[in-house]
């Protein structure tokens, strides 16, 4: 079962493993960034994303003046959709209730360089792959 083009195809199965970088987490995003993508992707969408988690709080996003964005100074993969959750030449901190979801799969995945850090409270599944197709 593929959940998102954000992640290969396959199978995955749900597990009872804590949230840790590299696994596939479910989770629903805010009516704001649901709205974001509705409008983005002119789908209705499931109201839930799936998403690999790259790095759990805390950390700190900043995003330069180039529109580029840097978690704990590392920069992130580029993408066209500029960041909703942060100005330009700001930096936010964020503790360990959040984890940034961070998908390079597919060119400009919405994922949190657009959104933000999710709370780790909105996570209804963690998965892992038995079987991808790509």
């Known amino acids: 079962m593929n959940f998102s083009p954000s992640i290969e195809p396959g199978l995955y199965m749900r597990t009872s ?15 704001q960034t649901l709205d974001w993508h509705r409008n983005l992707s002119r789908t209705e969408g499931s109201g ?10 805390p950390f700190s996003i900043c995003s330069s003046e180039g529109g580029s964005l840097q978690l704990d ?13 942060i100005g330009v030449g700001e930096c936010s ?12 799969r597919v060119p400009n995945s919405f994922d949190s360089r657009h959104y933000g850090p999710v709370p780790i ?4 599944g963690v998965f892992l792959p038995v079987v991808t197709c790509d």
């Open 121 to 124: 409270s909105s996570v209804d």
């Open 17 to 31: 493993n804590p949230i840790s970088p590299g696994a596939f987490v479910r989770f629903q995003p805010s009516a």
């Open 48 to 57: 839930t994303f799936t998403k690999p988690v790259s790095q759990i709080g």
């Open 73 to 85: 100074g590392v920069e992130l993969p580029r993408s066209t959709l500029k960041p909703r959750f």
């Open 93 to 104: 901190e964020f503790d360990g209730e959040y984890f940034f979801a961070l998908a390079t």
